[in-house]
């Protein structure tokens, strides 16, 4: 299993200092007590947003306190596109608060550099950039603010792989180099009321607290509206089973609304074999997912790593964030997007370890998977992800809302009926 080309361009170490003789930037408020942040900008490529610490020191050692921005992720096409011929970054820096304000951008510009990046041979070892201070502006006899920053790039060899079809249709997983497509993985989705009675072990659920907790497999189901009973398992192409995602918490609305709530999420396990039986499963995963409120709808989600020594509250929270209902986007493990700082010193993610495409509301919906290399020791790693991916997926779905019909694929009634 070869892994395709990828190179990651890193902007980190951020921090700004400001001149004492540069004026206030609006009434009544000094840029030393004004919310400061930079966008990043590649041609042809999206433009990113950073904040950026202030840093008092006099001297020109690196600051004590900086950020990093997202990064730019290069594919074998960016890179044989953009080799040979540098590209240059441009990174303007504004005081004042991110976003916008009735139509008017709400940060003024202080003033930008730019960094040249040579991205000839940046396959085989990592190359820096600029590691510094660059001064804001082109005026010798005025003070000018100053900003701290760390530009290089370093090889990201990543895993790819394509959904041959929507995952609630059962589809063929391929490994894709270039344009080379190998079957490595298939899918069987159930929507079967009964499906995780059958798959997963009969006393193993979920509590309230978000830890493990013994139950009676006939306890009684919760009444009312509800998605539930939905499982991908994940077949190597042995047929063995490798990995499942199963929905161990319904989706429901919450009360008089159409709509899964924040408050009430309904929730999947990602699982891996353990042991020799094939009936036997362990939990590696926990996803959440709901309908974020506001005025653009979003799929809002929270991933956790599961913990081996399970109990309440043993989860590693290492992905959440919000994907656009009606656009779609991406569903990301990284390392750079764990805002908490906290969080961060918990989490094992170091890094990039998988992102994958997840289309809008009502979309044909074929996810394409990146993992990266050092997360993938053995196929049965991959299928992980491949599991993560077509619950989320399908999680676009579940949280589609109460008002609207599901396709026939999704429904239990079709799938009763069929048994």
């Known amino acids: 299993m070869d892994p395709c080309p990828f190179v990651r361009l890193i902007i980190e170490s951020l921090a700004l200092k400001l001149p004492l003789a540069t004026k206030p930037a609006g009434s009544g408020v000094h840029p030393s007590t004004t919310p400061c942040f930079c966008k990043l900008r590649i041609k042809n490529f999206a433009s990113q947003t950073a904040l950026l610490p202030l840093c008092s020191s006099a001297n020109d050692s690196p600051p004590e306190t900086s950020t990093s921005a997202t990064g730019f992720h ?7 596109r953009l080799s040979g011929k540098p590209i240059t970054l441009r990174v303007e820096v504004y005081t004042g608060r991110m976003g916008h304000t009735c139509g008017v951008n709400g940060g003024k510009l202080l003033g930008q550099v730019q960094v040249s990046v040579d991205l000839e041979n940046v396959q085989s070892s990592p190359r820096v950039f600029q590691n510094g201070w660059l001064k804001l502006g082109n005026q010798p006899d005025k003070p000018a603010a100053r900003l701290h920053l760390v530009v290089r790039v370093e090889p990201d060899p990543r895993f790819v792989f394509q959904f041959g079809g929507e995952p609630e249709c059962s589809p063929v997983v391929f490994q894709t180099q270039g344009n080379i497509l190998q079957p490595v993985f298939s899918c069987k989705f159930s929507a079967d009321r009964n499906s995780r009675s059958r798959s997963l072990p009969s006393d193993f659920t979920v509590n309230s607290n978000r830890g493990w907790r013994r139950t009676f497999s006939g306890e009684k189901e919760q009444a009312g509206r509800e998605r539930k009973g939905w499982m991908v398992m994940i077949y190597d192409l042995s047929g063995s089973p490798v990995a499942a995602a199963s929905m161990i918490t319904p989706f429901v609305p919450s009360p008089g609304t159409d709509r899964v709530s924040r408050s009430n999420p309904g929730a999947w396990l990602i699982l891996r074999p353990h042991g020799i039986s094939v009936s036997s499963w362990k939990p590696w995963g926990r996803l959440e997912a709901w309908r974020e409120r506001g005025p653009i709808d979003g799929l809002g989600y929270k991933f956790e790593l599961v913990t081996d020594n399970g109990g309440p509250s043993r989860g590693i929270p290492i992905a959440e964030s919000t994907i656009s209902l009606k656009k779609g986007g991406q569903f990301c493990i990284d390392s750079r997007l764990i805002k908490d700082s906290a969080l961060n010193s918990r989490s094992p993610v170091k890094g990039f370890v998988m992102c994958s495409t997840v289309e809008g ?19 049965a790693d ?35 009926s069929l048994s």
């Open 361 to 379: 509301e009502g979309k044909i919906s074929k996810p394409v998977v990146q993992v990266g290399v050092q997360h993938v020791t053995c196929m």
């Open 382 to 416: 991959a299928a992980l992800f491949i599991a993560l991916s077509a619950a989320i997926d399908l999680s676009m779905d579940a949280c589609r809302l109460f008002s609207h019909k599901l396709r026939k694929e999704l429904c239990h009634d079709v799938h009763d």
């Open 74 to 80: 290069l594919d074998a096409t960016a890179i044989r």
